[in-house]
Each structure stands twice: as C-alpha cells, then as structure tokens.
T-cell receptor, first 117, second 115 residues
C-alpha cells in the first residue's frame, strides 16, 4: 500500500487477555518502529527493527510486551496478560533506512487504539 | 540525555493571525530536531526538520522553525493561521548519535484556530 497500515484500528479487550497488533510498513522500508501514545502524551519509543532483528528494544516496558518481524516486512506487537495501564494508541512507523530517525523521515500509521477493560 | 519541553499545552489563535508554538530542548550534543503534526484520526506527519544545516528551517504548509542554540529553542511559527492548521503538534529530538530509531517526543501542543 501507499502508507503504513495498522490493524486493528481499534481493539477492546479484558484485563488478562492476550493481544496482537499488526503493522504493515511501506514497501521497501527496512526500518520499522513501534511507539505508544497514552492519552494527552507524546508518543514513547518501544522498539526498533532493522530488517528482521530488533536493533533496540529498550522501550518495551516489561516482559509482557514482545514484537517480531520474521520476514523483515510485517511486524506484530504482542502483549500478554494485558493490564488497564496498557490502554493507549500503539503507533507503527517505517523508514527507508536506519538513518530515518536522524533525518525525521519516519512515516507513521494511524495507530491501533487499545482499550483494556 | 535528550529531551524536549513544549511550553504550551494549548494555543488558540484566530484565523489569519500568526502562530507560535514554543519548544525548548536539552541535548548533550548537537541534536536533530523535528516538528510533527497529528490531525484527528490521521497519522503523524513530518512538518519540518533541523539537521545541523541552516538554522531557519522551512516546512510544509507555510510553517517555519528556527534553531537557536544559545536559547536551546526550536519554536514553530506560521505568519497566518488557517482553519486546517488545527491539530496536535509535537516537537521531537532524536535520541542519540547512533541510529536507534528512538525519537523523543514532547507532550504536544493543541492548536485551535478560531474563525
């Protein structure tokens, strides 16, 4: 597609459930990023992939959060045993190359809004 | 550590009047700075960027920002606001000199444009 695609756009789940959020980056973009945006806040970095590998996962809040990018394209963010505090908009972005973060050339999706009841 | 502070959480202007959104940064080295805009139900979009070239940076839709090292500021301006400018604006700094993909976002400024 023309832009970064994220599914689902909205997800409501119950506390303790498992959730997967999907990101389909712009074709040909090697770098992929996940951010989390809580209500009234700016996005916060979670994890960065270069190709298939996680180059920096220092933003993942705890071991309930995990992300994969097995073929270097689509990525899935996985959240186990969800908590109410996980409620946020999860943003995915991609860039043509690793220099994207330094040049600001990150292309963001519209996000997946997660609500944990 | 790098950080940004957006000095106003909400700015309201009348259509046709100037816009000023303020941002101060903290960085232990020469940073790259950006402004992103987020319209309702839309993805974040890059407005403009400073990457150690010219200190006055021009972006899309008539926006500009000036990098002032002495004041550690990177304020966003536009001479004349348009109704379509109403959105959330984020000042952003890159985390470090390595390519980690880690951008540091400010808390955002909501721009309201009144007719």
């Amino acid at each position: 597609g023309a832009g970064v695609s994220q599914t689902p756009s909205n997800k409501v789940t119950e506390k303790g459930k498992y959730v997967e959020l999907r990101c389909d980056p712009i074709s040909g973009h090697t770098a992929l990023y996940w951010y989390r945006q809580s209500l009234g806040q700016g996005p916060e970095f979670l994890i960065y992939f270069q190709g298939t590998g996680a180059a920096d996962d220092s933003g993942l809040p705890n071991d309930r959060f995990f992300a994969v990018r097995p073929e270097g394209s689509v990525s899935t963010l996985k959240i186990q045993r969800t908590e109410r505090g996980d409620s946020a908009v999860y943003l995915c972005a991609s860039s043509l190359n690793p220099q994207g973060a330094n040049t600001g050339e990150l292309f963001f999706g519209e996000g997946s809004r997660l609500t944990v009841l | 550590a790098q950080s940004v502070t957006q000095l106003d959480s909400h700015v309201s202007v009348s259509e046709g009047t100037p816009v000023l959104l303020r941002c101060n940064y903290s960085s232990s080295y020469s940073p790259s700075l950006f402004w992103y805009v987020q319209h309702p139900n839309k993805g974040l979009q890059l407005l403009l960027k400073y990457t150690s070239a010219a200190t006055l940076v021009k972006g899309i839709n008539g926006f500009e920002a000036e990098f002032k090292k002495s004041e550690t500021s990177f304020h966003l301006t536009k001479p004349s606001a348009h109704m379509s400018d109403a959105a959330e604006y984020f000042c952003v700094v890159n985390h470090g000199s390595s390519n980690t993909g880690k951008l540091i976002f400010g808390q955002g400024t909501t721009l309201q444009v009144k007719p």
